[in-house]
């Protein structure tokens, strides 16, 4: 049982460079997240989907695009990496948006020089 | 912005020792929930307290809701090493038809044994 995937742990990019951050889970939720944990600023939400075909934007969406592929797949992707996007990502998901426990993965720290 | 502000932001205590975090929040909320996170790790939903309740037991955690102060408190009998960690409140709200779910900064709690 494995919850809440996410890849990849780690990345190290350089800035202007895309990439993609993977989530999957297993538990048949049907509301996802993206959040971004900084020192000192807690959890602040990129985008959220709260059902399949369905996505908006959070606190911080500047810079980053979602996809929900399914209703298992939430994926993040950083079109144009910038020094300020360092930061460790975590991907949630929950039954019925904020109604219940979110369920988090352990994280992808990424880090752009 | 943050809706929920932990109070402290750090607190050591020595093993077996009772440990109490607060939370305050701003406007009317449908639930409160507290989260655990260790170091390295993605958060794991601890507690959850409605509107309506005022007071959650789950084994040795203790949670309260004032909703006239705009408070809950987070309260860990006997303390034990292994909660060593951080722990978030987070506010869910209504907001445009979905549950806005916004996290507290933390309180880095340090149980020495």
């Known amino acids: 049982n494995a919850g809440v995937t996410q890849t990849p742990k780690f990345q190290v990019l350089k800035t202007g460079q895309s990439m993609t951050l993977q989530c999957a889970q297993d538990m048949n939720h049907n509301s996802m997240y993206w959040y971004r944990q900084d020192p000192g600023m807690g959890l602040r939400l990129i985008y959220y989907s709260a059902s399949e075909g369905t996505t908006d934007k959070g606190e911080v969406p500047n810079g980053y695009n979602v996809s929900r592929l399914n209703k298992r797949e939430f994926s993040l992707r950083l079109e144009s990496a910038a020094p300020s996007q360092t930061s460790v990502y975590f991907c949630a998901s929950s039954v019925a948006g904020g109604l219940g426990p979110q369920h988090f993965g352990d994280g992808t720290r990424l880090s752009i020089l | 912005s943050q809706q929920g502000e932990e109070d402290p932001q750090a607190l050591s205590i020595q093993e077996g020792e009772n440990a109490t975090m607060n939370c305050s929040y701003k406007?009317?909320?449908?639930?409160l929930q507290w989260y655990r996170q260790n170091s390295g790790r993605g958060l794991v939903h601890l507690i959850l307290i409605r509107s309506n309740e005022r007071e959650k037991h789950s084994g040795r955690l203790r949670v309260t809701l004032d909703t006239s102060k705009k408070s809950s408190s987070l309260l860990i009998t006997a303390s034990r090493a292994a909660d060593t960690a951080s722990y978030f409140c987070?506010?869910?709200?209504?907001?445009?038809?979905?549950?806005?779910?916004?996290f507290g900064i933390g309180t880095k709690l340090q149980v020495i044994p």
């Open positions: 406007t009317s909320i449908n639930n």
């Open positions: 987070a506010t869910a709200m209504p907001s445009g038809g979905y549950q806005k779910v916004t």
